[in-house]
């Protein structure tokens, strides 16, 4: 079969003439190729948009940050005495500071040992901390910082050993090996600076004998107890109290790092200098603030020119944009002017819009920020400056506070009245507990607190008083790491004796009861009861709210509706009124939010033309498909007219041959 030209007797090109035929069968298949490179464009454009928005919402949601317009700074005349930090809740002053002494963390040390590898001993050390008073020589637990032990099992007994497992089990306590020369000495350190933080060891020692001078019990330490029986480590650093002095008033802190001496300020001491003073001065961080307004302008001029790129129309080049027209582009411009225009709703606050902090809107699109307004509505009213942005609310009362809104929450001022204040569990014994604690006969409880089990097994002993054994298992159930994980405490009181347990947390998850052990009628009587905690209940506007633990929050279908308020007070009644403002930021960022969704315009856009090009693939497969089909046609069509010239042309031949060789007849 001939397919090329010469092929026979025929000059037919069969290829030459099929591709000519199929490029003008392929016209089709170019222009779908063009509408597929303009849709992909427009799927880039909306990108585009979408890279822009996004760096928008990331400049708005700095705005619609609360705490960023509660920023406080602080700085100290001389850096090498101490340094300082400020919280959301400093006010600007200024403070002289004099440091007399440091803090101290508490620091013991074993007897010498040939080796870190020689063997000391198994059973379990148990670290209490709290203070020791020298003069009457008592030392009192620190109810704020639980007991922690320390399983040393076989294998872990030598000096090394003993190190490791101290140190793996994280309980506030770092061990250490030295060597003096004469020998490695196992020291033990407070990780916490201060007089309360002295360290009290106590040993259940695997030869029975907890307090004696062989096996594990050279590591205990009663510093009430005879050298030698109890008392069998050596005291190398005494715990110390920092002490300074700010505006001549005398201050002692267990800690160099100060965090409720100057209200929302920390202050980290660095040195101790009787005698020299510096100053502390604490300020607003309106840089925090004017920044924030800055990135978000940046962010917005960035976007409003990718808007003008992709949607407007280029005189000088005679191009319109990949989006002119589009309905869906035009509705973001739109909806993203009005919500910086008139998005807000501002109640009771002298600055109520953004050109009052200097946000203007020029003739082009963009924004600009004046920097002398800002700076003068920072100077007047900078507490004012975050309800032109954030969500905020005013309360009329000092036990009400903010805890957040929902998105349904409307702007408005409402009345709060508790009807119910909230409460905690607690488990009160039946009668005085008993001082005295016998290992193994009345040392161990097992309670729930919050739903969470928790057992305890308190030191042996008698102790001075029923405040003494209060703290004693308020430091152990506090230590239990059960507890601990879900973020549970108690604290531990006693009345005549009596004992009280009480969940740190409020409302009806809040519960502590004891469920069994040897101790518990020791402790807590034959009959104790168990009373469990109680939401707070009352109105928000006048419609009943839903309480959590201290917080209200406004009833579904109200104006209130998601506005959660704690109620950090124990009495009822009225509570006065709260005002709850949305600023610009919010509601942009809501726009927004709304634009970039999963299900959003942008998405549904992109969707769109997405599927449009699924359809143009397979258009293009079905057309290519039929271009494969035609083309074979055609060849077998042209293969075929060929292989006929080719025949037709041999019988001319032949004829040709035959008439010449006729013979010639003559006239």
Request: proline share 1%; net charge neutral; hydrophobic share 45%.
């Amino acid at each position: 079969m001939a397919t090329t030209a010469g092929v026979g007797t025929t000059n037919l090109d069969v290829n030459a003439i099929v591709s000519q035929l199929m490029n003008v069968e392929r016209r089709p298949l170019a222009a779908l190729a063009s509408q597929q490179s303009q849709v992909q464009a427009r799927i880039s454009a909306w990108g585009r948009v979408k890279g822009a928005l996004v760096a928008l919402q990331n400049a708005i949601r700095d705005l619609d940050t609360p705490e960023r317009f509660r920023t406080m700074k602080a700085s100290v005349g001389d850096a090498s005495l101490a340094s300082a930090s400020a919280s959301a809740s400093a006010a600007p002053g200024s403070y002289t500071l004099e440091v007399l002494a440091l803090a101290q963390a508490h620091k013991l040390r074993s007897v010498s040992f040939a080796s870190a590898l020689d063997e000391v001993g198994t059973g379990t050390l148990t670290f209490q901390f709290g203070t020791y008073d020298s003069a009457t020589n008592t030392f009192t637990l620190n109810p704020a910082k639980p007991a922690q032990s320390v399983v040393i099992a076989a294998g872990q007994g030598s000096l090394a050993g003993i190190r490791d497992a101290v140190n793996a089990a994280g309980i506030g306590v770092s061990a250490s090996l030295v060597n003096d020369g004469t020998g490695e000495r196992l020291v033990f350190t407070s990780k916490d600076a201060g007089r309360a933080s002295s360290l009290r060891v106590s040993v259940a020692d695997s030869d029975r004998n907890h307090t004696d001078e062989a096996g594990l019990s050279r590591l205990a330490y009663d510093p009430t107890a005879a050298a030698g029986s109890g008392r069998n480590l050596t005291e190398t650093t005494a715990a110390q109290d920092a002490s300074l002095r700010l505006d001549g008033i005398a201050v002692t802190k267990p800690s160099n790092t100060v965090s409720d001496a100057i209200q929302g300020v920390t202050l980290e001491l660095l040195k101790a200098a009787p005698g020299t003073t510096t100053t502390v001065t604490v300020t607003r961080d309106a840089e925090a603030v004017k920044s924030a307004v800055r990135k978000f302008i940046e962010a917005h001029n960035a976007a409003a020119a990718v808007f003008k790129d992709l949607m407007g129309y280029n005189a000088q080049t005679k191009q319109a944009g990949q989006l002119q027209g589009d309905a869906v582009g035009i509705s973001i411009v739109s909806r993203l002017r009005s919500a910086i225009v008139s998005g807000a709703q501002i109640l009771s606050a002298s600055l109520s819009s953004l050109s009052q902090v200097g946000v203007r809107f020029q003739a082009d699109g963009t924004l600009a920020l004046d920097e002398a307004a800002l700076a003068a509505a920072m100077d007047s009213a900078f507490d004012d400056i975050a309800t032109v942005f954030t969500r905020t609310l005013k309360a009329g009362h000092a036990a009400v506070s903010y805890r957040g809104a929902g998105e349904n929450t409307r702007a408005g001022t409402y009345e709060v009245v508790v009807t119910r204040a909230a409460t905690r569990g607690t488990l009160a014994g039946s009668a005085a507990a008993g001082l005295t604690i016998t290992a193994g006969v009345n040392d161990t409880v097992a309670f729930t607190v919050d739903g969470v089990a928790a057992s305890v097994t308190l030191a042996a002993g008698t102790y001075a008083s029923a405040d003494a054994l209060a703290a004693e298992l308020q430091t152990k159930l506090n230590g239990v790491q059960a507890l601990a994980d879900a973020g549970i405490s108690v604290s531990v009181t006693q009345s005549a004796g009596v004992l009280t347990v009480t969940s740190a947390r409020y409302g009806s998850d809040s519960r502590v009861a004891v469920e069994s052990g040897a101790g518990a009628a020791n402790l807590f009587g034959a009959a104790p009861t168990s009373t469990a905690g109680q939401d707070v209940a009352g109105t928000i506007n006048g419609v009943a709210a839903s309480g959590a633990g201290r917080v209200l929050t406004g009833a579904a279908g109200d104006a209130a509706e998601g506005l959660m308020l704690e109620i950090a007070s124990d009495d009822t009644g009225s509570f006065g009124t709260v005002t709850f403002s949305i600023g610009y930021a919010h509601r942009i960022s809501r726009v927004l939010d709304e634009m970039l969704a999963e299900g959003g315009a942008i998405a549904a856009r992109t969707d769109g033309l997405n599927e449009r090009l699924k359809a143009f693939d397979r258009r293009r497969t079905a057309l290519e498909e039929r271009l494969g089909r035609t083309e074979q046609r055609y060849r077998a069509q042209f293969v075929a007219l060929d292989a006929m010239l080719a025949r037709m042309n041999s019988t001319a031949s032949f004829l040709a041959n035959q008439l010449a060789a006729l013979p010639k007849t003559r006239t």
